[in-house]
């Protein structure tokens, strides 16, 4: 016998459920059916929540999230274990549900594959308890078999966690479009205003009040560069963070305006073919990119 067996925690009622399911008779189904079956397998300790102290609802929730196995009674459609069913799908699988025999189960629950017992009928019973034992011990050996719905539907490709994480990187990519377009106003301003200073001579410049150009903006095209949230190749990022560069480089050249305007001026004109076209690749790939998540909508 293993000495650090893990945890099967047993969803069931505690109080009456009908007058022939007291409470006594759900602490004996634990006690001498479900707990004594559960630890048939060496690697499992059975337990279902009791007040020990503290919130109970607290450690009732604590446990559903990091047991290892949960088995959930759903005999008499009791409301505390659906709720607490309803917990432990939420954050994890390895969930087996059992029923006497004749429960009528909400739809919600009725393609899940509950596993039937018959109190009345040895053979039936004998059959129950082999494919119980199966079941937790598939449990134990496929831990990452689905059967959660919800999970199944937060998580993965096409699900609607997907959707949400598409979603998000079409908002990001939409903020990055619209950093690069006004950037791409800034470098024309830019230029512009270098020619200008170029054309006035750094005599006149020096008795005239220069006022700089805005800096380019790169705080949503380091967000796409850290955190990678398009499922893009290297030749992609590698775009971008060419372009990242040459914004550094250019707001570098944009900290020495002041001090030499002309020398700065022509500079810039010189990269300008080299800026511009950076700018119109850099928001043709991003639009791309956009696109190709749109399409999965």
């Known amino acids: 016998m293993p000495e650090n067996r893990e945890t099967c925690f047993v969803i069931m009622p505690f109080s009456k459920t009908t007058k022939k399911h007291t409470e006594e008779?759900?602490?004996?189904?634990?006690?001498?059916?479900?707990?004594p079956l559960i630890e048939e397998n060496p690697y499992l300790?059975?337990?279902?929540s009791e007040a020990l102290r503290g919130d109970i609802l607290q450690q009732i929730i604590t446990s559903l999230v990091f047991a290892r196995v949960v088995v959930a009674d759903l005999?008499?459609?009791n409301c505390n274990v659906y709720w607490e069913l309803g917990i432990r799908q939420s954050f994890k699988h390895c969930t087996v549900t059992i029923a006497q025999f004749g429960t009528n189960l909400p739809f919600d629950l009725s393609g899940k594959g509950?596993?039937?017992?018959?109190p009345n009928n040895h053979l039936k019973m004998q059959q129950f308890r082999e494919a119980f034992k199966a079941a937790i011990d598939d449990c134990l050996k496929n831990p990452?078999?689905?059967?959660s719905r919800v999970l199944d539907t937060l998580g993965g490709r096409g699900t609607l966690f997907e959707i949400f994480r598409r979603d998000d990187a079409i908002r990001r990519l939409d903020a990055v479009l619209s950093e690069l377009n006004t950037n791409k106003?800034?470098?024309?301003?830019m230029i512009k205003t270098a020619k200008r200073n170029i054309e006035i001579g750094d005599k006149k410049l020096r008795e005239t009040i220069i006022t700089s150009p805005s800096p380019l903006g790169t705080t949503a095209i380091s967000l796409?560069?850290?955190?990678?949230y398009v499922e893009e190749g290297a030749s992609f990022f590698n775009e971008i963070e060419r372009y990242h560069r040459s914004n550094q480089f250019l707001n570098g050249l944009i900290e020495h305006w002041h001090a030499e305007p002309v020398k700065v001026s022509k500079v810039l004109i010189e990269n300008e073919e080299t800026s511009r076209k950076r700018t119109e690749d850099t928001i043709s790939l991003v639009s791309k990119a956009r696109d190709k998540l749109s399409k999965h909508f």
């Open 185 to 189: 106003a800034l470098l024309n301003l």
């Open 75 to 77: 005999t008499d459609q």
């Open 25 to 35: 008779y759900w602490s004996d189904q634990f006690n001498t059916f479900l707990k």
């Open 45 to 48: 300790e059975a337990r279902r």
């Open 114 to 118: 509950t596993l039937w017992y018959y």
């Open 224 to 228: 796409l560069i850290a955190e990678r």
């Open 144 to 147: 990452n078999a689905p059967d």
